[in-house]
């Protein structure tokens, strides 16, 4: 099992201030898992996702992908090791049609420049068609409506396509680990089990592929991971099952106060 | 509808295509040539009149884009023919055909702005510094050492595109008002300097500059064709169409392209970009120093055209007026660009015939441009690479029809 890990952290911790919003966090997660990360507002989850990308830089402890530590690397070579992530609050450029928002997540993938945007055109057009085909068969994994809305600007589309487009463009980076935050915040309980079926698809297309999924959701949380870490004040409060996991003393006391009823 | 497809695809849709093209091209040239006010009201009174047709007609504008889109090797090439004659139609008036080439200038340069400002969001407001860069440059070396034009052109953008890095760290560390705070000083500094140096001729400037002159052909001759006689002016008009060729080209090719998708990126989200392995520093510093390149390509230029360059000709002032462009053209879009440098450069002129209250209705007019289309004359477009991937598009096109329509290209 240990030698199958992808990714780990050891007592990853940083501080704002005199605030530790994530303290000592050890994780980790194996090929083809999926993990799901929860705890109330403020817990640390989203932080940890920040330290793990690259947008924040852990006070102390360290990350590891592969086997090799990441600490201290800017968010761009991060992101070529194979880390790709999603964001709670949408950070797709809305302006930019369906495709374009896709195509970012393949640029370092792309041996292309500035010289031959200008001179290699017919190389750019192959580059494009090929792009298009994948961007296009990325899209319709999750739907085949969205191929046809792809020359549109990604502003004119409802929520859950722009979800949809964010994870697309999330798995267009070909990546070994997949973060995604809060995926289905803002939708409608129906939206938000299509959206969890798609993400189950796009795990079966690529074998391999490990997920560490934030959700408040506990219905979502309970059919889709096969592990369960919660926390709290950015500590580490339990692991294991969700059975296991909601049954703890402490995350019940977290969610719901000292004397909860069963999540 | 299909009906009206298949004819606009055929010899009457050429026509059709050429003859609007043609109807701009008269209104234009009726601006120039027919003095006095009352054209200018008159065609202000017809664009308002058309504005309000098309919002009201919205399927004729799309049905027009079509035929653009469709043809779009023959409208460019009357496009072009029709650029190319302008000296001929206004032979008789050196004094705008002067103007126009000024405009072409302040185009290139804006070109080079709209990859920093209207593409990756850098805000520039020292573009008027870098064209000095530019401009005193080939005239030092063409003074000094008596360098030609065609070396002093490239060399004048590449001074520019050097000068650039002076700016780098602010580049990197900031972003919109607080970068637009440094460039002004940097722009400041500029002028300053330029005013006290001695070894740019202080506030007297540059004198006696070469005009163009290629192997032995100087740009200030007339050309005689015989049945007309072209002013000097036309000579560095058509080098002018050239230059703005060669920019307006390349800036559209790396607009439809991946670097226009990661230059979009940044602009819009830069952290979103770094965790998708874009490399923003290296891109913005790139991007900021072709984007000076081209805006001193534009002040070397204007150094052999007028032969006089002094520190006032650069002002912050006109900076401004290349933000202004950008902005009112349309950000990220080389069009755009093309109606704002026109309308800006060329308007101004125009309105001498009211003379004092030439700035009033300027400023008038683009307060009111920016009310009705707050995004810029032809704004931002999303990218059609389906475009530029020529014959899957065809296909999907055939099977849903709905799809994108408008051409990016």
């Known amino acids: ?263 | 509808m299909d009906d009206q497809q298949r004819t606009l695809a055929g010899p009457w849709g050429i026509i059709i295509l050429l003859g609007v093209e043609l109807i701009i091209y008269v209104l234009f040239l009726a601006l120039l040539l027919v003095p006095g006010g009352e054209i200018l009201a008159a065609e202000a009174l017809l664009l308002v009149a058309a504005v309000f047709y098309f919002r009201r007609n919205p399927a004729l504008g799309a049905r027009i884009q079509q035929l653009f889109a469709a043809h779009a090797r023959i409208a460019w090439i009357g496009a072009v023919v029709l650029v190319l004659l302008i000296p001929f139609f206004i032979a008789s008036s050196p004094y705008w055909l002067f103007t126009i080439i000024i405009a072409g200038l302040f185009l290139t340069a804006c070109l080079g702005l709209n990859l920093q400002l209207g593409s990756s969001g850098m805000v520039n407001l020292a573009s008027a510094a870098f064209y000095a860069v530019g401009a005193y440059a080939a005239g030092l070396l063409a003074l000094g050492w008596g360098w030609p034009a065609w070396i002093t052109l490239p060399a004048g953008a590449v001074m520019a595109g050097l000068f650039s890095a002076l700016l780098f760290v602010p580049v990197l560390k900031t972003k919109g008002h607080y970068l637009a705070l440094v460039t002004i000083a940097f722009q400041f500094m500029v002028t300053i300097l330029l005013d006290n140096m001695e070894w740019t001729g202080g506030p007297q400037g540059l004198k006696n500059i070469p005009l163009f002159s290629v192997a032995g052909y100087s740009f200030n001759t007339a050309i005689n064709l015989g049945f007309i006689k072209l002013p000097a002016y036309a000579n560095f008009f058509y080098l002018m169409v050239l230059v703005v060729a060669v920019v307006g080209v390349a800036s559209q090719r790396i607009y439809s392209s991946w670097v226009g998708v990661t230059l979009s990126t940044i602009r819009d989200d830069e952290i979103a970009a770094q965790t998708f392995g874009v490399q923003v520093n290296r891109w913005k510093l790139v991007i900021f120093s072709l984007g000076n390149c081209f805006i001193g390509l534009a002040g070397a230029f204007y150094s052999h055209l007028v032969g006089f360059i002094s520190p006032p000709n650069f002002a912050f002032d006109k900076s401004l007026v290349m933000v202004s462009i950008v902005i009112l053209g349309g950000m990220d879009n080389v069009f755009g660009v093309i109606v704002g440098s026109l309308l800006l450069i060329i308007l101004p002129e125009k309105l001498r015939v009211v003379q004092d209250y030439r700035f009033l209705i300027y400023g008038l007019v683009l307060i009111i441009m920016l009310i009705f289309r707050p995004r810029g004359l032809v704004p931002f477009k999303a990218r059609d690479f389906l475009d530029l991937a020529g014959p899957v598009r065809r296909k999907r096109a055939a099977s849903a029809s709905s799809t994108v329509s408008e051409g990016g290209a």
Not at chain 1, 118 to 139: H, K, M, P
Not at chain 1, 170 to 192: F, I, N, Q
């Open chain 1, 1 to 263: 099992m240990d030698n199958s890990r992808v990714f780990w952290t050891e007592d990853l911790s940083i501080a704002f201030g005199g605030l530790l919003a994530v303290d000592r966090v050890n994780l980790d997660i194996s090929r083809g898992e999926i993990l799901g990360l929860i705890g109330p507002n403020g817990s640390g989850k989203t932080t940890i996702f920040n330290l793990v990308t690259g947008i924040y830089t852990p006070s102390t402890g360290d990350f590891f992908f592969e086997g090799e530590s990441l600490l201290g690397k800017p968010a761009y070579q991060i992101a070529r090791k194979g880390i790709a992530r999603t964001f709670q609050i949408s950070r797709l450029c809305l302006d930019l049609s369906v495709l374009d928002n896709v195509f970012i997540g393949m640029h370092y993938r792309q041996k292309y420049w500035l010289v031959d945007a200008v001179f290699r055109r017919r190389l750019l057009a192959r580059e494009v068609s090929q792009a298009r085909d994948r961007a296009f068969s990325l899209l319709g994994v999750f739907n085949e409506e969205l191929v046809d809305l792809a020359g549109k600007p990604v502003g004119t589309l409802p929520q859950i396509d722009r979800r949809r487009v964010e994870i697309c463009r999330a798995m267009a980076m070909e990546p070994k680990l997949l973060l995604l935050d809060e995926p289905s915040a803002g939708m409608t309980p129906e939206e938000m089990t299509e959206l969890m079926q798609d993400i189950k698809k796009v795990q079966e297309e690529s074998e391999g592929i490990s997920i560490i999924i934030v959700e408040h959701d506990m219905t979502v949380i309970r059919s889709i991971s096969d592990r369960v870490v919660a926390l709290n004040y950015g500590r580490k409060i339990a692991e294991g099952t969700f059975e296991e996991v909601s049954d703890n003393a402490e995350v019940r006391e977290a969610y719901l106060g000292k004397r909860g009823h069963r999540l």
